[in-house]
């Protein structure tokens, strides 16, 4: 009986994955195979990945992409856990206001906030790279926004902080060590999400002239396709694997808004 | 007496309005703070001097060049790219989005999900370029499809082309789709198939009368975003092509560069307005559309 359920479940399961699979892999591994190439000798060698790894460059714009990162997921997670905090424990009358313009950056195409943001900023915000987590932290608001919501929304959080004000503990205190904790997949989820998002986002940055990793291989194209090519696969192919080996070593539990 | 009354009301009235600002305002400051000053304030701006002369007085001049050409067929075939790739990428998605939250373990919901993100997300250059080593004059793939009887480049094919870009684009929009499309498959409840099976419907009757019905609008909301998604796509496409398919993005980026000139120097803004115009016929409606089926998907 059990094993006829199964029969009749795997088939469709087994074929979506395998096309999605195939439609994955295929331009992948294709890609990976030309990087691979050294058409000097006409055989196969890491020569591209060597070259990539050797520029100064690579670690400098990868040093640069990632604290860059670091610092939009600190805005983040500063402002906006104790924003949500507020508005799920007040129930102000302004939460469908901040609601609604935590999706409002969805609604905006990318390339007009950047036309934007170059003809509205003074000079000392414009000069200095600090301006682009800021940027990164709007574009990654609707995400970020709705993980954690969803988070405070599968946890008593009235009774949570009324236990933890009682037992002495201020509202710092409680947020830090009794609802984050609470709520340590949702963050998690926001961090990976803010983070992947501010470390790949290039139409932004290029526009308003600055240099991050995704944009320097776009420069690197101009010279040494090859290496440009090797360095697209690493910036694809490291995340991926990283981001699947660590989904599949938190438990589960951990793993909020999604049953 | 009364006068004595409203005297001392004022203060008070004061220190009630202090509370309440404090209660119900004040923690929201920061985030408004921010987000106005990052966000509202340059998509304002943008607005406003959208509808400025050279010599700062207000014109419709800009947005009159805007929609003629060349920039009117920039709108035209970035709406047609933003409609064909989410044509071809929204059925196949929806579908591996209910095969795999109906039938896979949470391992495998959880990989994909994962790789969905990833694909969805950090594409733009990285994309690019792997297409360009799978999918060039010279990459295995295009040897593949040649061997199988299908030269890619008999023709005028380019990957900067409509149909290359179309290709490369379903490459973000279909696992996008996953994403978007996962929470609605799985409200769908198996009471309801259950109750359907025992009130005799077959798997057809329950499709017709209750699973499409149901799911139809999600569906047609992450269209939506998949059209806005395709419409406002950047990277990608200033990646791959070289100036020879003219969309609306580009044509920004090059105004916004000074890569190329205009007569107005606004003319950059109004066409910025005109597709924040377009995206919201479709963001907007995508929104609606998710808050109302979110109420039923409530569990």
Redesign the interface.
Known sequence: MAKAIRMK??P??A???L??GL??F??????F???IRTPATGGYGWTHYHWAISEEDFFHYIFRSTWLSGVTVL?TLL??V??LV??HL?D???RGI?DG?S???????????????????PEFVQNTVLELP??Y??LA?PYAYRSLDIGLNSIPLKTLSEAARSAGANWLRTIISVIIPVIRGSVMATIA?TF??S??E??LT??LHWDTF?TW??YV?QDN?LG??A???M??II??II??AV??VIP?RN?QG?? | MTSQVMEEGAPLRRRAFLASFT???L??V???L??GF??????A??IY?SFLSNDNNFTLSNFRTAIQEPYRTGFINSIKIGVFSAAIAAFPGA??AY??ET??N??????????S???A????????????????I????TK?LKYLGWDLYSGTFSLGSFVGLLIVYS?FQ?PLMIIVFSPAI?SLRREWSEAARNLGANQFNYWIRIGIPLLFPSFMACSL?LF?SG??A??TA??LTVGNLPL??LQ??GL??GNVSAAQLNL??AL??V??VI??CA??PY?AIQRRSAKWQK?
Not at chain 1, 26 to 31: D, G, N, R
Not at chain 2, 106 to 115: G, N, P
Not at chain 2, 138 to 141: A, F, K, M, Y
């Open positions: 479940l795997l469709p399961l074929l979506t994955l096309l999605l439609f994955v295929v331009p992948m591994l294709s890609a195979e030309y990087s805005i402002i906006l104790p924003t507020w508005i007040s102000s009358k302004i901040i313009l999706l409002l950056p969805l609604v905006i195409p990318v390339v007009a906030f950047a036309v934007g943001a170059q003809i509205s900023f800021f940027l932290f709007v608001l999400l992947a998002l470390l790949g290039y139409t290029v526009l995704p291989v776009t194209a396709i440009a090519i360095i697209s696969m910036s694809l995340p991926f981001l699947t989904t599949l589960e793993m999604r049953k | 209660k119900n305002f923690p929201a920061p985030f408004v921010i987000f990052f966000f509202l304030f340059p998509i701006r943008l001097v579908l591996a095969f795999i039938r896979g949470s391992k495998l919901r959880r990989t994909i999900a994962v790789m993100g990833v694909l997300n950090t594409g733009g250059v990285p994309l690019a370029f792997m297409f360009y080593a799978a999918l060039g010279q990459g295995q793939l593949i490459y279909l799985v975003l806005a419409f406002s950047y990277a200033n990646a609306t993005p920004i980026g916004l560069d950059g803004k910025g307005v597709m924040i995206s919201a963001v907007i929104l569990r």
